[in-house]
């Protein structure tokens, strides 16, 4: 008989282990019936604040809106360049195109899967070549580790750039001992349910120590508003984030350190069994990662026999991401660094991401262990 499919993210146990203070937070506020902007977003916006060293944590209605409302707050717009990586989600760059300045595509590193600042300098020449001021650029954490933050702020200040932190994978991870939400001028998070630390709908945050900009965010998240809700003082968005869904974080974010610390646990073993047989994810010394997921690299011919392999075991994998960025028909039209991005190219064809969370047990982290061993031999 075939052996149970395992979950590639598992919501039900973290679920089951705090079922009773979320029902009596969803209660709370289906009683005081405060939806929009209830005392809990406030309480939230404390708690990720402290949570992270940030300054200001401003709640909104996603991580896609995080990103927008930063860009917005900074006045980024048509004739503007955004440098961005091209190996990431759609939301990074859709957001640049979204208020009509312009994405250029730079590559990534083997290993970290994370921008790689040697290619900004061709980046910048590519928005100059096609008529664009750079402005700033969107540093991803994919799969849950930050980006070289240190490399990429002497970059940005040489050209007089601006970074916002693109840190919907990444929420709780460190670089140098500093927590993400702390390493951009602006940070943009998600609350996704498959984030590492999820709501159960849409939800995400913005961080910033900059007090002018945290009110300038503050009011785009609210229409525009200036001193109450019907005076506008610019053009804002709905990006509010759902009382229940502030209510539901703050119950979330009581165990969320104890669950990155059994994600590590987690990626340490599959890191330890695996790394003779396979190309697994490195972390760099300074940094560590909050495992948003575990993705290895697998020979690119191979690729489609090993994860049927795999699921012929019970063991789901998923691919992030299956394209990059500039090959997809919708950002066919916008500038790439010149060069390409060969490293990004070949890591859509290489890499496979294995189940990850913190209810991984042991013995089921060791079926995934073997299953891998079996399918790459
Ligand atoms: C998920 C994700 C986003 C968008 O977050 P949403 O909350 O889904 O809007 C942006 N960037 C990256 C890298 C993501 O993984």
């Given at each position: 008989?075939?052996a149970?499919?395992i979950?590639?993210?598992?919501?039900k146990?973290?679920?089951?282990?705090i079922?009773?203070?979320?029902?009596?937070?969803?209660?709370r506020v289906?009683?005081h019936g405060?939806?929009?902007?209830?005392?809990?977003?406030?309480?939230l916006?404390?708690?990720?604040?402290a949570?992270?060293?940030?300054?200001?944590?401003?709640s909104?209605?996603s991580?896609?809106d995080?990103?927008?409302?930063?860009m917005?707050?900074?006045?980024?717009?048509?004739?503007?360049?955004?440098?961005?990586?091209a190996?990431t989600?759609?939301?990074t760059?859709?957001?640049?195109?979204?208020i009509?300045?312009?994405?250029?595509?730079v590559?990534?590193?083997?290993?970290?899967?994370?921008?790689?600042?040697k290619?900004?300098e061709?980046?910048?020449a590519?928005a100059?070549?096609?008529?664009?001021t750079?402005?700033?650029?969107?540093?991803?954490?994919?799969?849950?580790?930050?980006?070289?933050?240190?490399a990429?702020r002497?970059?940005?200040?040489?050209?007089?750039?601006?970074?916002?932190?693109?840190?919907?994978?990444?929420?709780?991870?460190?670089?140098q001992?500093?927590t993400?939400?702390?390493?951009?001028?602006?940070?943009?998070t998600?609350?996704?349910?498959?984030?590492?630390l999820?709501?159960?709908g849409d939800?995400?945050?913005?961080?910033?120590d900059?007090?002018?900009?945290?009110?300038?965010?503050d009011?785009?998240?609210?229409?525009?508003?200036?001193?109450?809700?019907?005076?506008?003082?610019?053009?804002?968005?709905?990006?509010r984030?759902?009382?229940?869904?502030?209510?539901?974080?703050?119950?979330?974010?009581?165990?969320?350190?104890?669950?990155?610390?059994?994600?590590?646990a987690?990626?340490?073993?599959?890191?330890?069994s695996?790394?003779?047989?396979?190309?697994?994810?490195?972390?760099?010394?300074?940094?560590?990662?909050?495992?948003?997921?575990?993705?290895?690299q697998?020979?690119?011919?191979?690729?489609?026999?090993?994860?049927?392999?795999l699921?012929?075991?019970?063991?789901?994998?998923?691919?992030?991401?299956?394209?990059?960025?500039?090959?997809?028909?919708?950002?066919?039209?916008?500038?790439?660094?010149?060069?390409?991005?060969?490293?990004?190219?070949r890591?859509s064809?290489?890499?496979?991401?294995?189940?990850?969370?913190p209810?991984?047990?042991?013995?089921?982290?060791?079926?995934?262990?073997?299953?891998v061993?079996?399918?790459?031999a």
């Amino acid at each position: 008989m075939a052996a149970a499919t395992i979950d590639f993210i598992d919501l039900k146990a973290q679920q089951a282990r705090i079922r009773r203070e979320i029902d009596a937070a969803i209660t709370r506020v289906l009683d005081h019936g405060q939806y929009i902007m209830g005392p809990e977003v406030k309480t939230l916006e404390k708690d990720l604040a402290a949570f992270t060293g940030a300054k200001h944590a401003i709640s909104c209605a996603s991580g896609t809106d995080a990103l927008l409302i930063a860009m917005m707050a900074k006045g980024i717009g048509p004739g503007d360049a955004v440098l961005c990586p091209a190996f990431t989600y759609t939301a990074t760059p859709e957001t640049i195109a979204l208020i009509g300045a312009s994405p250029v595509f730079v590559d990534v590193e083997d290993g970290s899967f994370n921008l790689d600042v040697k290619g900004l300098e061709a980046g910048i020449a590519a928005a100059k070549t096609a008529g664009l001021t750079p402005r700033a650029i969107i540093a991803v954490d994919l799969f849950g580790q930050p980006a070289a933050y240190d490399a990429i702020r002497a970059f940005a200040d040489a050209h007089k750039l601006w970074i916002l932190a693109d840190a919907a994978q990444s929420f709780g991870a460190t670089l140098q001992g500093k927590t993400v939400g702390t390493l951009g001028d602006i940070t943009a998070t998600s609350f996704f349910p498959a984030k590492p630390l999820g709501c159960y709908g849409d939800g995400g945050a913005i961080f910033v120590d900059d007090d002018g900009l945290a009110k300038v965010m503050d009011s785009i998240r609210l229409h525009g508003k200036g001193e109450d809700k019907y005076d506008i003082v610019r053009i804002g968005i709905n990006g509010r984030l759902d009382t229940i869904q502030a209510a539901i974080l703050i119950e979330k974010l009581k165990i969320f350190k104890d669950e990155i610390a059994a994600r590590n646990a987690v990626a340490q073993r599959f890191t330890t069994s695996l790394r003779s047989v396979v190309t697994v994810p490195e972390v760099r010394q300074s940094a560590t990662s909050v495992w948003a997921q575990y993705t290895l690299q697998v020979p690119a011919d191979r690729r489609a026999a090993i994860a049927a392999s795999l699921k012929a075991a019970g063991v789901p994998t998923q691919i992030y991401y299956p394209r990059p960025v500039p090959a997809q028909e919708a950002y066919a039209k916008y500038p790439v660094a010149s060069g390409g991005v060969p490293v990004s190219d070949r890591l859509s064809r290489e890499v496979l991401s294995l189940p990850m969370h913190p209810y991984l047990d042991e013995a089921t982290q060791d079926r995934i262990i073997s299953a891998v061993k079996a399918a790459v031999a």
